[in-house]
């Protein structure tokens, strides 16, 4: 819509790209295969079928927000997503700067199909999706590596399933310090909700966050989950108010503090249903 870019770097300072539209990628820029630094100014208010702020194309496309803004940009694709950023197979990094108040369908914040994630720093604060309020990650090779920053205040609307932080569905998330705090889902899964993927934990806190059905700070599903030197508090849920775990999944768990969630019904802590494993 705004920017096409391909091959080469852009160092974007001091600059507004807002109210583009692209009928499919990219309201704001599309990044073909180049490497694209933010580190002030605002794409906002932009919107296309995916990546309604900017689209991460080709395994050597990069994303790297050091500091500035990306808000108020909308995906409006029903099957696809990124609000504020759709990664195809490229790798996204935010040490800085705010991904904030975009929203769509899936990811409202961030959907990655199959590409990286990595934050270091920075905020993903108060967007909106049906599935994946923060971030989404769509297919086994998306992958989401948090090491510090904050992903808060993001909300997922759907009636099933979830992710008011973070959804995974196919995709895995390794979270090894930073804040996952004030999410919310009206399904499953306030912090983090991971299905048929991966959860590895060495760091963080998660705390603070709300669903309406199942697994207020985590809900796993058909998944491994591994927790080490977690903060986990003041989650609240209908079941599992800290943390859900689905039949079949395997946890193991050690140096965690699990204090003060809530639930409606079951486990104000931890819930693992049926075939469920933990190892402490």
């Known amino acids: 819509g705004?920017?096409?870019h391909a091959s080469v770097t852009i160092r974007f300072n001091r600059r507004k790209i807002s109210q583009y539209t692209a009928l499919l990628g990219g309201g704001g820029i599309y990044n073909m295969d180049g490497t694209l630094i933010q580190s002030s100014g605002s794409i906002e208010g932009n919107s296309a079928a995916a990546g309604g702020g900017v689209y991460v194309n080709l395994p050597d496309a990069i994303y790297t927000l050091n500091e500035g803004l990306l808000q108020q940009n909308s995906s409006t694709a029903p099957e696809s997503g990124g609000g504020g950023v759709y990664v195809a197979q490229g790798t996204?990094?935010?040490t800085g700067g705010q991904i904030s108040e975009n929203n769509g369908v899936r990811g409202g914040g961030i959907?990655?199909?199959?590409?990286k994630i990595v934050l270091n720093g920075g905020v993903i604060r108060q967007n909106q999706a049906t599935y994946g309020g923060g971030v989404y990650l769509a297919f086994p090779e998306a992958f989401l590596t948090q090491n510090g920053g904050e992903i808060s205040q993001n909300i997922s609307t759907a009636p099933?399933?979830?992710g008011g932080g973070v959804y995974g569905f196919q995709g895995s998330m390794a979270l090894n310090g930073g804040l996952v705090s004030q999410n919310s889902a009206v399904a499953d899964g306030g912090g983090i909700n991971i299905r048929f993927g991966n959860l590895t934990i060495t760091g963080g806190t998660v705390t603070n966050n709300q669903a309406g059905g199942q697994g207020g700070g985590i809900f796993v599903e058909q998944s491994l989950l591994s927790v080490t030197n977690l903060q986990l508090g003041n989650n609240s849920a209908g079941q599992g108010g800290g943390l859900f775990v689905d039949t079949p999944a395997n946890l193991t768990m050690s140096q965690t503090a699990v204090y003060s969630n809530t639930a409606s019904t079951n486990g104000g802590g931890l819930l693992l249903k049926g075939n469920s494993l933990l190892t402490n």
């Open 2 to 4: 705004g920017i096409y």
């Open 92 to 94: 996204v990094t935010v």
């Open 111 to 115: 959907q990655s199909a199959n590409g």
């Open 160 to 162: 099933d399933f979830g």
